[in-house]
């Protein structure tokens, strides 16, 4: 995620969310989120992600319609192994912004690590139409669609 002049978010007009799912009751002033926003992209980016997620955890709490935050809380939940965790934060970005091509991608990636890859398919689809020059987007739409073929011919198998 690129920082930008204003605050240390990302350059994406309209940083907040429409949605109010998340929690707010974190008592903690900007300053106080800003830095545990910098801090969990410091981890993320030094390779420990579940720290990194700790951190923004307490940030995206404290300002649960940042979709900075969210973001950064997706992806460190996604490389730490908590599939779920960042699919449910990749979608909030999503139903806030639909035209997000990342959390889409996101969330397709994330949906496919947890085993359905019927919704990965459909999320990283999206993903692969609004960018088709990013390659990581279709390469991962055709493996999960491989992986959807393949789980028809094992089933037509067993029909047979």
Same mark, same amino acid.
């Given at each position: 995620?690129?920082?930008?002049?204003?605050?240390?978010?990302?350059?994406?007009?309209?940083?907040?969310?429409?949605?109010?799912?998340?929690?707010?009751?974190?008592?903690?002033?900007?300053?106080?989120?800003?830095?545990?926003?910098?801090? @969990? !992209?410091? =981890?993320?980016?030094? &390779?420990? %992600?579940?720290? *990194? /997620?700790?951190? +923004?955890?307490? $940030? #995206?709490?404290?300002?649960?319609?940042?979709?900075?935050?969210?973001?950064?809380?997706?992806?460190?939940?996604?490389?730490?192994?908590?599939?779920?965790?960042?699919?449910?934060?990749?979608?909030?970005?999503?139903?806030?912004?639909?035209?997000?091509?990342?959390?889409?991608?996101?969330? @397709? !990636?994330? =949906?496919?690590?947890? &085993?359905? %890859?019927?919704? *990965? /398919?459909?999320? +990283?689809?999206? $993903? #692969?139409?609004?960018?088709?020059?990013?390659?990581?987007?279709?390469?991962?739409?055709?493996?999960?669609?491989?992986?959807?073929?393949?789980?028809?011919?094992?089933?037509?198998?067993?029909?047979?």
């Amino acid at each position: 995620m690129s920082e930008g002049p204003a605050g240390g978010h990302d350059s994406r007009p309209d940083d907040r969310l429409s949605s109010q799912d998340a929690p707010d009751s974190v008592p903690a002033n900007g300053a106080d989120t800003h830095q545990l926003y910098k801090r @969990g !992209l410091d =981890l993320l980016g030094r &390779g420990s %992600p579940a720290a *990194a /997620a700790q951190l +923004l955890e307490r $940030a #995206a709490a404290a300002e649960p319609r940042s979709r900075s935050i969210l973001e950064a809380l997706a992806r460190a939940q996604f490389d730490a192994g908590q599939y779920a965790a960042a699919a449910g934060n990749f979608r909030l970005i999503v139903e806030a912004s639909p035209s997000d091509d990342y959390a889409q991608f996101g969330l @397709g !990636l994330a =949906l496919a690590r947890t &085993g359905d %890859p019927g919704g *990965a /398919a459909e999320h +990283l689809a999206l $993903a #692969a139409a609004m960018c088709p020059g990013h390659r990581h987007y279709t390469d991962a739409l055709r493996s999960v669609r491989a992986t959807l073929r393949a789980r028809t011919e094992i089933r037509k198998g067993f029909q047979d």
